[in-house]
């Protein structure tokens, strides 16, 4: 009755959603801060009695409002999905479906090889370097890769340069390049895509635009690789984006004050919970996120530990990362009660 293939599979597990009051949530990376209040009056002011209608499916004005915010000279040049999720899992699909040797990261976001299962694709994966960073020179010749910068679950970024280095030595197939963290700490590739027709930027309203309930995310490219995504999206879902959804995140980008504000407060949590644990002697990857790898000897139990006190963090037992907890940057009193629990441990 079940496919083979679906036999096989093995879903991508996410952080909990705890149910309940008295959590402290630094288990999924979300932003710790509400959204612009401008989100909140776009959804009030929104007409409801439109509702009984389908919304725009290929969500123009959105896309127009995306255009004009990174400069990218046509909406064309943008494909919105549901989260940065589907975006990717459709860029997946529409570039490498059935290929081999598509380059990416030993340690990377645990979806990309779920979707590998999915789509028939042969991940060829290269260990990160001793210190958690990418080894750009070992990105050649592939016939595309996926890669996410700054990289999760270790939080290190690679510079613009470095991005450019691997499109540069990957001209057979479409670099994509998962940008979910990028505002908390480097450059964009998205100027980029207009000289190189091979890159797809993927980027996401959850983390920074602090809209993850309205689940939307975004690629930029150049148009033919968009229109293939779209013949892949009208094939699987018309209307991805509801239209609650389409209002709330184009709004959010149009507050560029909050958007920076929010940014820096989480920076500056940031940076002070690095500073505590090094004071403690603990080992912190360098992060340009919004959230830390944490070595311990024994996450494991510092996981439970903290789990029995209601802090949520990220543990993986699996191999060169199984020491680490990768903790998200929430408000400066939750990050607190981290570093008070992790003292008292
Ligand atoms: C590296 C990376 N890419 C993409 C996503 C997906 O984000 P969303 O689907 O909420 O846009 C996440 C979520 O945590 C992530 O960590």
């Not at 083979?4 to 999924?28: C, F, H, M, S």
């Not at 560029?256 to 403690?280: C, G, Q, S, W």
Request: glycine fraction near 6%.
């Amino acid at each position: 009755m079940i496919s083979e293939k679906v036999k096989k599979l093995r879903p991508y597990v996410a952080g909990i959603q705890p149910i309940g009051d008295g959590w402290i949530k630094l288990n999924t990376n979300e932003n710790p801060y509400p959204p612009s209040p401008t989100v909140a009056n776009a959804i009030k002011n929104f007409d409801f009695a439109r509702l009984r209608l389908y919304p725009d499916g290929d969500s123009n004005v959105l896309r127009e409002a995306i255009s004009q915010e990174f400069g990218l000279g046509a909406a064309a040049c943008c494909f919105v999905g549901n989260g940065s999720d589907e975006v990717l899992s459709i860029a997946l699909q529409t570039f490498f479906s059935g290929k081999t040797n598509i380059l990416t990261p030993d340690i990377s976001y645990g979806f990309y090889s779920v979707w590998a299962q999915m789509y028939d694709i042969g991940l060829t994966q290269i260990p990160l370097n001793q210190d958690f960073n990418i080894d750009v020179s070992q990105y050649r010749n592939g016939n595309g890769v996926i890669i996410a910068n700054p990289n999760a679950p270790t939080s290190i970024a690679l510079s613009k340069l470095e991005v450019e280095e691997i499109v540069k030595n990957n001209p057979k197939g479409v670099i994509i390049v998962d940008e979910a963290y990028v505002d908390f700490g480097t450059e964009t590739a998205i100027h980029l895509t207009r000289k190189y027709d091979n890159l797809l930027v993927v980027r996401t309203f959850s983390k920074s635009y602090s809209c993850a309930g309205l689940r939307a995310g975004f690629a930029v490219g150049n148009s033919q690789l968009i229109s293939a995504m779209i013949t892949v999206k009208n094939s699987f879902n018309s209307y991805p984006l509801d239209m609650l959804a389409q209002v709330g995140v184009k709004s959010a980008l149009q507050d560029e004050k909050y958007f920076r504000e929010n940014l820096e407060r989480i920076i500056a949590t940031r940076d002070k919970t690095v500073k505590a644990l090094k004071e403690l002697g603990m080992n912190v990857l360098n992060s340009s996120t919004n959230f830390l790898f944490v070595e311990f000897e024994n996450a494991k139990e510092v996981y439970e530990k903290l789990f029995e006190s209601k802090i949520l963090v990220r543990y993986w037992d699996k191999p060169r990362i199984n020491k680490f907890l990768r903790v998200t940057i929430g408000a400066k009193e939750e990050t607190e009660a981290f570093i008070q629990c992790v003292k008292r441990l």
